[in-house]
């Protein structure tokens, strides 16, 4: 069976020089039913490898439960990968960044404060080990030297960015050859001497992340990987996005003249991305750096592939850079066709302050709870299901991990006006008195108390977890109202919370059917029907919409916002089918055009008409 290899000057599979052409795809950004489609294309492009991160997190959204099924079929894609006569870097982790919900790592893991972050501390060592090894016992088979396409894979991801811990890397690196990686170890730092001198370990090939000024930027690695191929890992062809930003495009010229250079100076490059994809459902991250930014829902990140899967001016620029230095397939994918355009009306309004024990289970807390600790494992003493004390299991309309949105009420007496604080909002509290709208805290702009005009009645409030960070030193913190309520200093308690899962529409519905009107103010649900004679890729207009998330038929697309400046979400073809559709809308603000417009492509900056 073929060898893949680490020569003085090139990488080698079976002795002869082979340089990496690899392009960024991730398969949990991807509906499965398009990654053939998707890899495909990278082959057309004139690239002979396709490389992916694997998400610890959506494998395992719980203690105990590992998924590697459907979306998550890592071995599947990695046949299709095989399929199509290329080969493939995985990238493990633990941690990922990739602008993921908290870089990938589980928000169960550090439920426990004594667990290290990226470190070698036993109680992480212990779960991440774990995690690897079900990983490895996918990733081994597929090796190249066993016929599969598997020819590098990656310890860590730019570590030196994070830390130094040398032991952490080198027990990674030992667990991946006691599991049976036998390809070459690679480590990942930007160009710079600081991170690449932090992150890499004698014995594990140095590669280097960067968008430009590649001369440049190879001279650093040089110095740090003396002999040996020079890989650019993370070529950065684009940029992704955060809510109330713009969106971020890179030019196709800059980008296929970066590339040339790369190629020219020798080095194997991997394209970041190919493909960005979609974060469905409510896979994005955030970043804070003083200032907190979640990021989009498209992961459109401007690449040679769009988020549909289409071909840009910048696949065609970049194909033809490749082609000067390697042989590419001849026919390059067809252009894009536009998608149907048309429009349905919401109806069936389903509010959710009018009912909320229909939306979840109800539980009492005696003090105010985060997210994490509405996960269905962490309840505790005073902290039960009503009407079951005790109880600690989760009932129907649970979540499996900690919930992203949960309402929780209680009962205010005070005379006349006072202040309501939290010690922190992380990330989104609206706050209610009554059923109606007092206020809303954003934890970007660092708010945590507004006034009440009365304070007397049932106060609610709807907080939102719009993302975990997934750099820097704010991996892994708790989410939700962080060091309880207080109002006018003295401490609120006795707490009813309803936590509401996500991952699939909540299944609330009206009394009799009705359309929504001329607005809908939320939080509330509304649905919409639309009827298509064959499945075909979507483009969900949110123009008028506040600020929610959106499913069709049951699969979630991910989350909306005025701000934008993302306008369509994209709806899979595979998601749809010939006839009856369902769109599920949970507005959080307000509705004011309650109509679904479908539109023949994305709109994905604030100029776009």
């Avoid at 036998?182 to 730092?189: E, N």
């Avoid at 007397?456 to 060091?483: C, F, H, M, S, T």
Wanted: proline fraction near 9%; glycine fraction near 12%; charge should be negative.
């Amino acid at each position: 069976m073929p060898e893949f290899s680490i020569g003085e000057h090139d990488f080698l599979l079976d002795g002869r020089p082979f340089r990496v052409l690899s392009g960024a795809l991730h398969y949990f950004r991807v509906h499965p039913d398009q990654w053939a489609d998707r890899i495909d294309k990278a082959r057309r492009m004139g690239l002979n490898t396709v490389e992916t991160y694997v998400a610890w997190n959506a494998h395992a959204p719980a203690p105990g439960v590992f998924d590697l099924t459907g979306g998550l079929d890592l071995g599947r894609f990695l046949r299709l990968v095989a399929d199509a006569g290329m080969h493939a870097v995985v990238r493990p982790g633990p941690y990922i960044c990739a602008e993921w919900d908290n870089g990938g790592l589980p928000a169960w893991l550090f439920r426990d404060p004594a667990t290290g972050v990226r470190r070698a501390e036993p109680r992480y060592l212990a779960a991440v080990t774990d995690y690897l090894d079900r990983v490895y016992e996918v990733v081994v088979p597929l090796q190249v030297r066993h016929g599969g396409p598997v020819i590098l894979v990656q310890v860590e991801n730019e570590y030196g960015a994070f830390g130094s811990d040398r032991t952490y890397l080198a027990t990674l690196a030992e667990h991946a050859r006691a599991a049976g990686i036998t390809v070459p170890l690679t480590t990942v730092d930007q160009a710079s001497d600081e991170m690449l001198a932090a992150g890499g370990l004698d014995g594990l090939h140095r590669t280097a992340s960067f968008g430009s000024r590649a001369a440049d930027r190879l001279a650093v690695l040089r110095r740090h990987q003396p002999t040996g191929p020079l890989m650019c890992a993370e070529f950065w062809d684009g940029w992704f996005d955060h809510w109330g930003g713009h969106h971020h495009t890179t030019s196709p010229a800059e980008s296929a003249a970066e590339l040339d250079a790369l190629l020219a100076a020798g080095a194997s490059v991997n394209v970041y991305m190919f493909h960005g994809g979609t974060n469905f459902g409510l896979t994005s991250g955030a970043n804070d750096k003083g200032v907190y930014q979640p990021t989009t829902t498209s992961y459109d990140y401007d690449a040679p592939l769009d988020e549909a899967g289409n071909p840009t001016a910048k696949y065609h620029a970049l194909r033809e850079v490749i082609a000067r230095y390697h042989d590419v397939p001849d026919e390059p994918p067809p252009a894009a066709v536009p998608a149907p355009g048309f429009e349905v009306p919401l109806c069936d309004p389903v509010h959710l302050l009018d009912a909320p024990e229909r939306w979840g289970r109800r539980r009492r807390h005696d003090r105010l709870p985060t997210l994490d600790e509405l996960a269905p494992d962490q309840f505790g003493p005073g902290e039960s299901g009503l009407g079951e004390p005790g109880s600690d299991q989760p009932g129907p309309g649970e979540p499996v991990g900690a919930p992203r949105l949960a309402l929780l009420t209680t009962r205010v007496d005070a005379p006349g006006p006072a202040v309501l604080s939290f010690g922190e909002v992380r990330d989104r509290a609206a706050v209610f008195l009554d059923g109606q709208p007092v206020g809303t805290l954003l934890r970007e702009h660092h708010q945590r108390a507004l006034g009440l005009r009365r304070a007397a009645g049932e106060l609610a409030v709807l907080v939102e977890d719009q993302g975990r960070v997934n750099y820097g030193p704010r991996l892994g913190e708790p989410k939700g109202l962080i060091g309880g309520a207080t109002l006018d200093g003295r401490p609120l308690t006795g707490w009813d919370v309803v936590p509401i899962d996500l991952a699939a529409p909540p299944d609330v519905r009206p009394d009799h059917p009705t359309p929504v009107g001329v607005a809908l103010a939320g939080p509330a649900l509304a649905r919409a029907r639309f009827t298509l004679d064959h499945p075909v890729d979507l483009h969900l207009d949110t123009r008028g919409w506040g600020k929610g998330v959106a499913w069709v038929n049951g699969f979630p697309l991910g989350r909306y916002w005025s701000r934008g400046p993302q306008r369509t979400l994209y709806v899979p073809g595979p998601v749809l089918r010939s006839g009856d559709n369902e769109l599920v809308v949970l507005e959080l603000d307000v509705l004011t055009e309650p109509v679904a417009r479908f539109v023949p492509g994305p709109l994905l900056g604030h100029t776009e008409a």
